[in-house]
Each structure stands twice: as structure tokens, then as C-alpha cells.
């Protein structure tokens, strides 16, 4: 294998992080998480808290959000055959009541094997096992999916959260619209219906994209030389209002300011070579690392993430790796919440 180069090894985007600074649960008030605003050419940093975020935006800025909605989509079950407890995560519908799963214990659940969900209301059975160990699995049922899932299903909080949600709602942005993720797009829940409307009423525009968050996000990086990662892909959708005013405030020589690093991905993956956008819908298996060149996207807002994730290669790459550990030596310094629940950071 090749050397990485400086910058392209996964162990560059390595920092120490205490344990109890990884958030457990959500704040009372979305809004009332802190805010650190790092200017990527200079490095600075500032602290603040988050409902200051109007502060940092002008008329004519257009914000793009991510309005995919987390599914419930964790599901307790046991093998018929010998009753033995099974967890099974929906990653992908493939079609109809065929989905990509993740389940655990995977060595018993072979294809062939018949599962019962909550006492019989769902079953299921492992039809093939597909890349990475992924299980296709058939479901079986009388009634509606939905309300089926909404009943048993419990939302698939990442494995480094152990407190028990008690509100489905908060592991959801308040402007969730499209069902269909396995993780929530955690860098729009510090936003209140009454902060994107001072937004909306100071002239912001906000622009909505669904892209379906996988589980590929927080795959870790296996591999030393960045290079040789591969990102799973994502189903994205632009619509034709999201499309024209994201294009209208480039024109206008306004910001294009992303929400997490899903809406990133998204336009980045949807628009031309002049950073030019249409309606579209497709899948992404973009990976942005340093040395990538942002065609659409100006500024970021993003939560903290993990060490030498892929997440935090894409903020490296807007910002310079220099400067984000940097920030995140600070962040650690100043106690701030880290990961999903955790607080956020603005990268101008």
C-alpha cells in the first residue's frame, strides 16, 4: 500500500476525548446548546450559544437543511425456531417489504431464518446476507407498515449514547418531513421553529433537501491511507425551490451556509462542475476529505464529532486539519458536549 500523504492518514484526524464529555441526552431547550464559530482561513475561535446564531447570518444567506425524518428503526425481537433475543436495525428499504438490515447476533440469522417481532403483530425472514455482513430481511405483517413500526420500533440512537430517549421526538429535527433514516441529521437539532422564523423574518432563505441518512456515516475508517475508504450510498433529493435558491443566493454573491454535514453532501453531490444546481434525485457516495473543492457550499454549522471519522475529514476539509483539532482541543479544554446531543460549531 501506497504511504498517505501528510493529512491522508486516518490517524491525522485522531484527538483525545474524555468520556464524560460525549452527550448523553438532549438539552431542555434545543436552543440553549453553546456555539463555537471558527474562521477557517484565520483559525480564530469564539464562544457562544447557539440561539446567537442570527448573528452570525445576512439578509439573502440561504441556510440548507436536511428534512429527512428518523424512522424508528431499531427492532427487538426473537428467532422462532429457538427463541433466542435478536436485534435488527433498518438501514435500506430495497423494495417493498424487503429491507437492508443490520442484525445482531449475525451469525444466527442465516438466510432462512424466521424472526417474530412483538409477539407475533410482525414477523420476518433472512432472505440473503449482502456486503458487509448486511442482512436482506422479508417482513411480514397485516396492517399498516408505519403504525406497525411506530409501535415497536425504537430510534437507533448511536451506540455511544446508553441513556434511554424519553422522547422519540427529540432525536428528530423540529422540520423533519421524509421518512427514511437510520440516524438523524444531528447538527439541525439545536434549531426551534421560532429561531428559523426570526432566521426567515431577518432575510435569510432556507432551502430544504432530504438526503436518508445510512449508517455508512459512522462506519469508522478502517483502512490508514484516507484514499481507500469507501462511503456507502445514500439516497438525496433536491427539489426545484431548494434548487433555485441556493443558485439565486450564489448568483447574488450571498452565502450558502450547509446544516450538518448531510446538506453538505447533498448539494455538493447534486450540483455541476460551476456549482450549478437542478431538481435531482440520485445516490451519494461522496467522500470530502482535505484537498476537496467545495463548489456550492460556504460556511457550515456541524456538532462535534468523532476522532478520525469521516465527519470530521469533511470539516477538515473546509477548514484545514490544522485548525480543527485545534478547535477541538479548545472544545475539550472548555468542556463542551460532544457528538449527536452535544453542542455545536459554525465554520466560516
Not at 424487503?98 to 412483538?118: D, I, M, Q
Request: aromatic content about 8%.
Amino acid at each position: 500500500m501506497e504511504k498517505a500523504m501528510d493529512g491522508l492518514k486516518t490517524s491525522d484526524y485522531f484527538y483525545e476525548l474524555p468520556q464524560e464529555l460525549i452527550a448523553q441526552d438532549p438539552l431542555e431547550d434545543r436552543s440553549s446548546s453553546r456555539l463555537m464559530v471558527l474562521d477557517k482561513e484565520t483559525g480564530e475561535i469564539s464562544h457562544h450559544m447557539f440561539r446567537e446564531i442570527p448573528s452570525f447570518l445576512k439578509p439573502g444567506d440561504c441556510l440548507v437543511l436536511n428534512n429527512t425524518k428518523v424512522i424508528p428503526a431499531r427492532l427487538m425481537g426473537v428467532r422462532e425456531e429457538t427463541g433466542g433475543a435478536v436485534e435488527v436495525l433498518l438501514l435500506k428499504r430495497r423494495t417493498g417489504d424487503v429491507w437492508e438490515t443490520l442484525v445482531k447476533p449475525g451469525k444466527k440469522a442465516r438466510p432462512g431464518t424466521r424472526l417474530v417481532f412483538g409477539n407475533g403483530l410482525l414477523r420476518a425472514q433472512v432472505e440473503d446476507v449482502v456486503e458487509d455482513g448486511n442482512r436482506l430481511i422479508r417482513f411480514f405483517y397485516d396492517g399498516i407498515w408505519e403504525e406497525i413500526l411506530d409501535r415497536l420500533g425504537e430510534m437507533p440512537l448511536p451506540p455511544y449514547i446508553t441513556h434511554r430517549l424519553q422522547d422519540k421526538n427529540r432525536y428528530q429535527t423540529v422540520y423533519a418531513r421524509y421518512e427514511g433514516s437510520a440516524a438523524a441529521p444531528t447538527a439541525g437539532l439545536h434549531f426551534t421553529p421560532e429561531l428559523l422564523q426570526q432566521l426567515q423574518d431577518m432575510g435569510v432563505e432556507l432551502a430544504y433537501v432530504t438526503l436518508h441518512v445510512g449508517l455508512g456515516t459512522f462506519r469508522p475508517v478502517k483502512v490508514e491511507n484516507v484514499k481507500e475508504h469507501h462511503m456507502h450510498s445514500e439516497y438525496y433529493q433536491v427539489s426545484a425551490e431548494a434548487a433555485e435558491k441556493i443558485n439565486r443566493a450564489k448568483e447574488n454573491g450571498h452565502r450558502v451556509i450547509c446544516v450538518g454535514t448531510t446538506s453538505c453532501r447533498t448539494v455538493e453531490s447534486a450540483c455541476d462542475e460551476n456549482g450549478h444546481l437542478e431538481e435531482c434525485c440520485d445516490n451519494t457516495d461522496i467522500f470530502i476529505y482535505p484537498g476537496y473543492r467545495f463548489k456550492v457550499l460556504d460556511a457550515l454549522i456541524t456538532n462535534f464529532h468523532l476522532p478520525e471519522s469521516t465527519l470530521v475529514m469533511l470539516v477538515s476539509a473546509l477548514a484545514g486539519r490544522e485548525h480543527v483539532l485545534a478547535a477541538y482541543e479548545e472544545a475539550v479544554k472548555e468542556k463542551y458536549r460532544f457528538f449527536s446531543f452535544g453542542d455545536a460549531m459554525l465554520v466560516q
